[in-house]
């Protein structure tokens, strides 16, 4: 099957063709295709190509929104992962901090279970000072660990930013692809009327691009 841009620029030459040639509408008009149907068929088109105008937007906005959560993501990730290569370092002999921060459980894998454990480390230095005197000799002040937890905390947000675009570009492709359906029925049964008609009428059907 052709393309998609290949098979609307195909019906609207067709469309247009009929629509201007006299000779072509005196038959056409007898088959059922008067100007008025012909202009509905062109209106169709239009819609497709409008449909398809805003199915491109929202699927580029999903790309976009895609790229901010990934780079936020991999921003947090990275502040995260410093502090807790060094908190690991800085506790080696607090069998407590080890167990309450999870240092050296696995970094889960799933978006979901990863930030829950990131923020349950977070949490767990920010509300113990006593934590943070360990880590302060190792370079790594209060200041940077809240900075850390606010590149995390900023996760959700996009990702729901994300959700959002991609739902909205999946109905866009729907709405898109249900005209467009529409449009490849009306251009087939167009198609096989006029080679019907025009049966035998070689220039009226190389006319139509038959």
Known sequence: MKDMNQRITDA?????????DAELQK???AAGYSPEKLQTMCGLIDQVTALNAVQAREYAEQLYATDGLDEKTALADKAYMRIVKLSRVAFADNTLAQKELELFGRRK??????????????????????YQKPLAEL?????EIEKGYRLLKDIPAAKLTQKQETAQAIQATAARDAELEKLDQEYSSF?????VIFEGDKESLKKLGL
């Not at 198609?191 to 080679?195: D, E």
């Open 191 to 195: 198609k096989k009327v006029c080679r």
């Open 109 to 130: 894998a799933a978006a979901g279970a990863w930030y829950n454990q990131a923020e349950l480390f977070y949490q767990g230095l920010l509300n113990q000072p006593a």
């Open 27 to 29: 038959e056409l008009n």
């Open 12 to 20: 609207r030459n067709m469309f247009n063709i009929a629509l201007t």
């Open 139 to 143: 370079g790594i002040t209060k200041d």
